[in-house]
């Protein structure tokens, strides 16, 4: 398993005009009164622990009595903006009942729990200082993965749905031990799909505790899909090493799993399938996928020398001299997927 890990203390890289421009025809701008600065303003917090008392390293803040009902109001309408395009006809049945905020981690983010005063229903979201590449991940993620992802920016600030499923470490600890033989089988394919669709995109430092596992129960049986939900290391690392789950030692069970259940023709078989669906997915969004990757290419997403470590790296792993021509992360992105696409009809042709 590989030792190598991320750089954690990644600056922030600001939205440019051609972005901005990107982000508002595909419907991703909005407006608020509430920036993710203005959340920092809290007066006290207490750590939030979990069912069996360990430290979720997120503390629940407080504000001052003006300061939260200002907050609030705000704060039912940034969760009406995601959810019904700005429609207030129930936001007096909305209640924010905790904000909570995280100090592990890059991004830092704010986490706000909208319940529904009618019927108890509740959800969250995320309130995080907007980071370019963060973004970037978000926009891949839905546009080559089979999920759809839900977000808005207001100048500096990212507003993100949140996404449903178990953290991955959580899952290898509590959840791993009860599933059948045959579950885990199909979870060391959902695996390598996975892994296929991170390295593909470039979505780097997906150890266990950065993707969710879904539990879906389908007539009889039970399937997983695996979903990342940290999109902060987006075509930011040199190392080609970790923008490949199955080298994590944070994952060496899903590995294992690999391993243990599926040969090498089944490997080979779920990344070609994989691929085979990006390759469907990349056609019918070609004209937006363009225009995300020309984004990608004017905005800087990681320090000159990640960007030669990482050419160097793929150009010896494929020997294309696409990836050696590159000059930004973005390039180097349109050359991965451009790689996948011309190797995807020699296999089938």
């Known amino acids: 398993m590989s030792e190598e890990q991320p750089q954690f203390k990644k600056k922030y890289y600001p939205i440019n005009s051609t972005f901005r421009s990107y982000l508002e025809k595909y419907k991703r701008i909005t407006k608020t009164q509430v920036f ?4 920092l303003r809290f007066q006290g917090s207490v750590v939030v622990y979990d069912k069996e008392e360990k430290d979720t390293l997120w503390v629940r803040v407080y504000y001052n009595e003006f300061d939260r009902a200002e907050l609030d109001e705000s704060l039912k309408k940034i969760y009406t903006f995601l959810h019904s395009d700005g429609d207030e006809t129930n936001l007096e049945y909305l209640n924010v009942d905790n904000i909570d905020y995280c100090t592990f981690g890059n991004s830092k983010p704010f986490r706000v729990k909208i319940r529904n005063i009618l ?3 509740y959800t969250h979201f995320y309130i995080k200082k907007a980071d370019a ?4 991940g978000l926009e891949l993620e839905h546009i080559i993965s089979p999920n759809t992802i839900n977000f ?9 749905e949140h996404i449903v499923g178990i953290p991955g470490d959580l899952f290898l600890e509590n959840n791993l031990q009860e599933c059948s033989e045959p579950e885990k089988t199909q979870l060391a394919k959902e695996f390598v799909k996975f892994n296929e669709r991170c390295t593909i995109g470039l979505l780097g430092d997906m150890r266990s505790y950065n993707f969710v596992v879904i539990p879906i129960y389908d007539f009889d049986q039970r399937i997983f899909r695996i979903r990342a939900i940290d999109f902060d290391q987006q075509s930011y690392e040199g190392s080609f090493k970790l923008y490949k ?5 944070e994952n060496f069970k899903f590995s294992e799993l690999v391993q243990n259940k599926l040969n090498h023709k089944s490997i080979t078989q779920y990344q ?11 056609i019918d969004t070609n004209t937006r996928l363009r225009r995300l990757i020309d984004a990608m290419k004017s905005t800087r997403l990681a320090p000159v020398e990640h960007i030669h470590q990482l050419q160097d790296e793929i150009y010896e792993y494929t020997l294309d001299v696409n990836f050696k021509n590159a000059k930004s992360m973005g390039e180097i992105v349109q050359a991965a997927l451009d790689y996948m696409i011309r190797n995807y009809k020699f296999e089938n042709s």
């Open 36 to 39: 993710y600065d203005d959340l």
């Open 119 to 121: 019927n108890d229903n």
């Open 133 to 136: 590449s963060r973004i970037f």
């Open 152 to 160: 808005l920016v207001y100048e500096n600030t990212l507003i993100e």
């Open 245 to 249: 789950p199955h080298l994590f030692k």
């Open 272 to 282: 070609i399938e994989e691929r085979s669906v990006i390759v469907k997915r990349l």
